[in-house]
């Protein structure tokens, strides 16, 4: 796994913390290098300025083996609650790049030395075998804790449903965290990735929760992990065993609701919820922040609450997994779905909307009865029978010097991608018949009876002003396009083609 660099204003914390500090990467050649979840990067924040020699990449995993009789409070401090804390045990917050140095190397060095008088095992006490200049650069890349369902209730079931053991809310008027039933919401609702004076960091939030509850325990193999690399190494949390059949979680949220905002002039969305909530790890798929209505943190106009994404785009930005068109334009293009929709104009269209927004004006929600009738399964028609206009084969003759003529399978093809349709919910929900399944090949045409032969539009040579290729390319671009996007194994010439005898 490759190792993580973040930039932060406070000294690097351990125990895979992944707020740490970075340094002038333009002072190193920038390769990819990979390291695992445990190699923590502790480097002089950029505030302070630039470093004289490289950040230091600290084993947290050797450093836990080796000081496992001394404890983990030879490195970090304690609170009023004898909770082990995240940051380092240093007493002073460093307000220049001496200071931070001597202070770390106080902690780090001086700890050396002592190990070493005491005839202990220890680790180097000369700059060049901490500073290592390396050849390939530090990466980026994700390291976050999954949460998913299944672990969530894992937990629950640990604490015996105890929900107060991981949630609270802060009481401004008793000045102090209580847990308040209906209020439960993830960590990142209130802790943000850099806490400010008086709140403390989500980095900090879950280490301090996690971890120490993870150390109470008498019997470890009973508890959660300690270590950096039984969170963040997804090696490790593959080891963990899912619970096949994880209870809804309840928050009080409909089965189906509308979705309809104040203003909009489309009609409202009918929302299986229900239906969502099996389909992802977590609310947190949806709901990335906090667990509430999207409009909470998204309005109409751009806010800083809601990061400058307005509430349409929360919902529609094709290019974010989060939104609806763009997790649904995200499943469109896997599997069998993708040997069409990759080949079709990208969402979100006028035309689509519909599909959608097919609900009661907005300030006639309140006054209509439940989404669900619209959310029923849809009927859809049987596929025609063989005629004329939708032939079982055709033979495509565009390379008849070269090749006999391809036999195209047409009504089997057809057929299977109807089958795909009507096994997959999502899909079920926006083909209306067969003209859709037509529109993955005959992706210009209006829908209708018959369909335009494909030289209608394609001519033997490329239309040198827009993308309409020949019809030799077209041809090959749209059925080899579709073997790979869905991962058939025909993609050579006389997969389809037998060559000529003449």
């Given amino acids: 796994m490759r190792i993580v660099s973040v930039h932060g204003v406070t000294a690097p914390v351990l125990l895979g913390l992944l707020l740490v500090c970075g340094c002038d990467q333009d002072l190193y050649p920038q390769a990819e290098r990979t390291t695992d979840a445990e190699i923590i990067r502790i480097a002089l924040p950029e505030m302070l300025g630039v470093a004289e020699r490289p950040a230091v990449e600290f084993d947290h995993q050797a450093h836990t083996k080796a000081l496992e009789q001394e404890g983990c409070s030879t490195c970090h401090p304690e609170n009023s609650k004898r909770q082990l804390l995240p940051r380092l045990n240093i007493k002073n917050e460093p307000s220049n790049s001496a200071e931070w140095m001597l202070s770390h190397h106080e902690l780090c060095v001086g700890c050396h030395d002592e190990r070493r008088r005491a005839g202990k095992s220890t680790g180097p006490d000369d700059c060049g075998r901490c500073h290592v200049k390396r050849e390939a650069a530090w990466l980026d890349v994700d390291r976050t804790m999954r949460f998913d369902y299944s672990l969530h209730y894992r937990h629950a079931r640990a604490s015996e449903d105890k929900c107060e053991t991981c949630h609270h809310i802060y009481d401004e008027k008793q000045k102090k965290l209580v847990y308040k039933k209906g209020t439960e919401d993830a960590c990142s609702a209130c802790h943000r990735p850099l806490g400010k004076q008086d709140e403390t960091s989500l980095g900090d939030a879950v280490h301090i929760a996690c971890i120490n509850c993870h150390m109470q325990g008498q019997d470890r193999s009973k508890t959660g992990p300690t270590l950096c690399t039984g969170c ?97 334009k995200e499943h469109s293009e896997r599997d069998m779905c993708a040997g069409c929709h990759h080949m079709l104009p990208r969402p979100p269209g006028k035309s689509a909307c519909d599909y959608c927004h097919s609900g009661p004006r907005v300030d006639e929600v309140d006054r209509k009865s439940s989404p669900a009738a619209l959310l029923a399964p849809r009927e859809l028609p049987e596929l025609p029978a ?9 033979e495509i003759k ?35 018949g067969t003209e859709t399944l037509c529109a993955g090949c005959h992706h210009n045409s209006p829908p209708g009876d018959p369909l335009p032969a494909c030289r209608s539009c394609h001519a033997d040579e490329n239309y040198p002003q827009k993308d309409l290729p020949g019809l030799n390319a077209a041809y090959h671009r749209q059925c080899i396009g579709c073997h790979q996007a869905i991962g058939h194994e025909a993609q050579g010439c006389t997969n389809c083609h037998e060559e000529s005898r003449e």
Wanted: with cysteine; proline share 6%; glycine share 8%.
């Fill in 398 to 432: 565009v390379l008849a010097d070269k090749y006999r003529p391809a036999r195209f399978p047409h009504e089997k093809i057809v057929a299977a991608l109807d089958r795909a349709v009507r096994g997959n919910k999502l899909a079920e929900r926006f083909h209306k």
């Fill in 386 to 394: 063989v005629s004329a206009n939708f032939p079982e084969k055709l």
């Fill in 232 to 328: 963040h190494d997804a090696r490790e949390r593959a080891k963990i065993a899912k619970v096949k059949e994880v209870p809804r979680l309840d928050r009080g949220q409909p089965k189906v609701m509308w979705i309809a905002t104040k203003g909009a002039t489309d009609g409202a969305v009918a929302f299986n919820h229900l239906l969502h909530e099996a389909r992802v790890d977590s609310c947190s798929s949806c709901h990335h922040e906090s667990i509430g209505k999207c409009d909470l943190c998204h309005t109409q106009l751009p806010q800083p609450k809601g990061g400058g994404i307005t509430l349409n785009q929360a919902y529609h930005t094709p290019g974010s997994t989060l939104s609806c068109v763009g997790c649904h």
